[in-house]
């Protein structure tokens, strides 16, 4: 199972079925994935459209491990949700891209990459494309080296984590904050966010997460919270939370 971007639903466990693994109706075999008919498939009458049949075949006819991402987005287009999840002070992990999938968009086709930008699977979620923290209440953050300067600043922190206080003076203004509770595990745990815009850029966020067991949680003690990576964030605006 990929791992999943957590941060669009501020949710865990998420109900998704693997493509690979997944047994099609036989309605759904009826189509046959083409790239213009992927993108055709948006523009159906009377706005029900729907492409879920058309992400399970594009998954059998092209296999995704090892694929270049290049290869996917020219065979896709570019996707409604993409995301570089980074450690702090170190490099890339891994990378998500997001596809809506029908006009209620109650599903997605979410591919996951790994650090090098190959494929390593997909999976048509239950969860449509939405990104529910990002928006234009959330505080802006310069571009320009912000990159570089979580990279290179935080190198000390690499592979234990910063303090929520230090990287909100890394980035150099606090973010939007918010937290969530599940249970998990016999146990209830707080799942914190922090988020930014980046400045200049009209789709682009920057958000960090983490959680922490709840009996051990304050809601005062928010910048003490540990974050051990943060993602950059792009989202179009046929996937944002509305």
């Excluded at 890394?170 to 918010?178: A, D, F, I, M, Y």
């Amino acid at each position: 199972m990929p791992r999943r971007r957590s941060h669009c639903c501020l949710v865990l466990v998420l109900a998704s079925i693997a493509i690979s693994g997944a047994t099609a109706r036989a309605d759904e075999l009826s189509g046959e994935f083409s790239p213009e008919a992927w993108q055709k498939a948006v523009q159906a009458s009377a706005g029900d459209w729907s492409r879920e049949a058309l992400a399970r075949q594009f998954d059998r006819a092209y296999p995704l491990a090892g694929r270049e991402r290049d290869q996917v987005v020219g065979l896709l287009g570019a996707p409604g949700y993409a995301s570089e999840t980074f450690g702090i002070g170190s490099g890339l992990r891994y990378r998500f891209d997001v596809y809506r999938l029908s006009a209620k968009n109650d599903a997605s086709y979410a591919i996951e990459y790994d650090a090098q930008g190959k494929g390593i699977r997909g999976l048509i979620d239950t969860v449509g494309c939405a990104c529910p923290p990002c928006g234009d209440e959330a505080p802006a953050a310069p571009v320009d080296g912000l990159r570089s300067g979580l990279q290179t600043q935080g190198a000390a922190e690499a592979g234990t984590g910063i303090k929520i206080a230090r990287l909100e003076s890394l980035v150099g203004r606090p973010g939007k904050r918010s937290v969530n509770t599940n249970a998990a595990g016999g146990q209830a745990w707080v799942h914190y966010t922090e988020v930014w815009r980046l400045a200049g850029e009209a789709h682009g966020f920057l958000i960090a997460e983490g959680a922490r067991v709840a009996r051990d949680w304050s809601a005062d003690a928010f910048a003490e919270a540990m974050v051990e990576s943060y993602s950059i964030v792009t989202m179009m605006p046929d996937c944002l939370a509305r």
